[in-house]
Nanobody, 119 residues
Framework: QVQLVESGGGVVQAGGSLRLPCAASGSIFKLNVMSWYRQAPGKQRELVAQ???????NYADSVKGRSTISRDNTKNTVYLQMNSLKPEDTAVYYC?????????????WGQGTQVTVSS
């Protein structure tokens, strides 16, 4: 089992910035793709950004150019830096890690951290 703990959420004014860390612990062998998702009230959970073990990244169009995902493999931590925040970025942000275990791949999710952007 892998445990993921997100932090860094809070209330920020539009135009501000936040950095969300997600620390992984537990039975870690090799974390493959690590991702950030978000879910706004009444909406489906959506992918925000993801990063592979070799550092390749992918972003949702809604955050491209405003956000940066990075990871520190020595600390088993992934970060989401968000700049120029907008009210529509308000959501619960979840971290997800994909790990290969034996013959299969498993997804692990964190509990989420609330981000509220005030106008």
């Amino acid at each position: 089992q892998v445990q993921l703990v997100e932090s860094g959420g809070g209330v920020v004014q539009a135009g501000g910035s936040l950095r969300l860390p997600c620390a992984a612990s537990g039975s870690i062998f090799k974390l493959n793709v690590m991702s950030w998702y978000r879910q706004a009230p009444g909406k489906q959970r959506e992918l925000v950004a993801q990063i592979t073990s070799d550092g390749s990244t992918n972003y949702a169009d809604s955050v491209k150019g405003r956000s940066t995902i990075s990871r520190d493999n020595t600390k088993n931590t992934v970060y989401l830096q968000m700049n120029s925040l907008k009210p529509e970025d308000t959501a619960v942000y979840y971290c997800k890690a994909l790990q290969r275990e034996g013959w299969g791949y498993y997804d692990y999710w964190g509990q989420g951290t609330q981000v509220t952007v005030s106008s």
